[in-house]
């Protein structure tokens, strides 16, 4: 399985009255993880979708354990669990100081830009043999 860490600063615009980071903002995280992994990779989101590939997300989940307040240095631990021939699973962890703050899974689908399903870049669809 491939997997990237990420260091995020929680700003003072991401906390709601009470100090906590909002709960939208570990979706925004979670989509950076994504982002950053894919990077890793070699390619962009920007790179995919320029081929023609689009990823649309399908189903997210989240579970809040403790919260995360302004400038608290997390880690986010972003996996690529799973690909089939058109979906894309990852699986996050979001941590301060080792404790596990939230964790979170995810779907992604793969459409072409009239919104129709088709199979995976050879990359992704590579990364399934290698996990």
Same mark, same amino acid.
């Given at each position: =399985? ?15 009255? =009470? !100090? ?12 950076? !993880? ?14 995919? /979708?320029? #081929? ?6 399908? @189903?997210? #989940?989240? @579970? ?12 986010? @631990? ?14 996050? /962890? ?7 703050? %939230?964790? !979170?899974?995810?779907?992604? %689908?793969?459409?072409?830009?009239? !919104?129709?399903?088709? %199979?995976?870049?050879?990359?992704? @669809?590579?990364?399934? %043999?290698?996990?």
């Amino acid at each position: =399985m491939q997997s990237g860490d990420i260091t995020i600063r929680v700003r003072y615009a991401e906390t709601d009255r =009470m !100090g906590f980071l909002h709960h939208a903002n570990y979706l925004v995280y979670f989509e950076q !993880g994504r982002t950053e992994l894919l990077r890793a990779q070699g390619l962009s989101y920007r790179d995919l /979708e320029d #081929q023609g590939f689009l990823l649309v997300l399908t @189903r997210l #989940q989240v @579970r809040y354990r403790s919260p995360a307040r302004y400038d608290d240095v997390l880690t986010l @631990r972003t996996t690529l669990a799973r690909t089939t021939f058109v979906k894309v699973e990852h699986t996050y /962890e979001l941590l301060r100081d080792g404790v596990l703050l %939230a964790e !979170g899974e995810s779907t992604l %689908a793969c459409i072409d830009k009239n !919104g129709k399903v088709q %199979a995976l870049p050879d990359f992704l @669809r590579e990364a399934r %043999a290698e996990s």
